[in-house]
């Protein structure tokens, strides 16, 4: 992965929506792509990390003029990708929020986050670990750059014995085949201590439509037609389909006595 460096001229983003999933105000995100190349996401075509460079010195500007409320760290791209361990920005923009009195949601697949545990805890910070799959195959063809996912639960356990309110996103489901593990992943959400659990459907927007489709013919042949039929008109599944799954989460979690919410 090449990575190169340039300047923003903003960095702070505002949700102009009521964001009831993450809970957020703002979002920043300090690098442009993605090093984990999952195929479910638009990033995964590129080659190149660009790195806001100046993103502490925007940040500090932007942070004068904002009113208070949660900033989502990693909103689009991976924070805490193998880009940080080098440039660090994502421990800056922690650095900055807590001297700004700032909360914060990060959001990552990535056990880089307990570097900055420290700083974390010191803050009102929210961590959301991205779990789509326990299941290696599965794994190996949709995040084949992702940390595991035994390394992402025991990244949620170490949180958590540091207090730290942090929970796991199954973002996103993917139909028909990762929909079956769900109360596989909620109880391993609650052996782990997660606070919560949240979710989401699969979006295939533009080219990936056509990008993911070819993956569910290669591996998944069986399960073309019924994908096929599920996003015929749309980037996102009917509402009946995705009202089953908000059903089945929301069962399973109250089983296993967990939050399909966040909890603050």
Do not use: W
């Not at 964001?19 to 703002?26: P, Q, R, V």
């Not at 940080?84 to 929020?97: A, C, G, M, P, Q």
């Not at 996103?172 to 085949?177: E, K, N, R, T």
Request: some cysteine; charged content about 25%.
């Amino acid at each position: 992965m090449d990575y190169r460096l340039f300047n923003c001229d903003s960095l702070i983003k505002k949700i102009t929506k009521k964001d009831n999933l993450f809970h957020g105000t703002f979002c920043v995100d300090p690098y442009e792509n993605c090093e984990f190349g999952c195929q479910y996401c638009d990033s995964s075509f590129e080659k190149t990390v660009y790195v806001k460079k100046n993103s502490i010195e925007v940040l500090k500007k932007e942070l004068q003029l904002m009113k208070k409320g949660r900033v989502i760290i990693g909103s689009v791209y991976d924070p805490y990708q193998n880009a940080e361990k080098k440039f660090n920005l994502t421990r800056s923009i922690l650095e900055t929020l807590k001297k700004n009195n700032y909360s914060c949601h990060i959001l990552t697949k990535s056990p880089l986050v307990l570097r900055d545990v420290d700083l974390i805890a010191d803050l009102d910070c929210l961590v959301t670990i991205s779990i789509s799959s326990l299941d290696n195959h599965v794994v190996q063809i949709f995040e084949p750059a992702v940390p595991s996912p035994v390394d992402r639960l025991r990244t949620i356990k170490e949180l958590r014995k540091q207090d730290i309110n942090a929970g796991i996103a199954v973002i996103p489901i993917l139909p028909y085949i990762t929909e079956i593990e769900l109360e596989n992943l909620v109880s391993a959400a609650q052996k782990v201590e997660a606070r919560y659990v949240l979710h989401k459907y699969l979006e295939l927007k533009g080219d990936q439509k056509q990008y993911v489709r070819n993956l569910i013919k290669i591996h998944y042949p069986h399960l073309l037609s019924k994908y096929d039929t599920l996003y015929e008109n749309n980037f996102s599944p009917g509402s009946k389909y995705i009202q089953q799954l908000n059903d089945t989460l929301s069962k399973y979690c109250k089983e296993y006595n967990i939050s399909d919410k966040i909890i603050i």
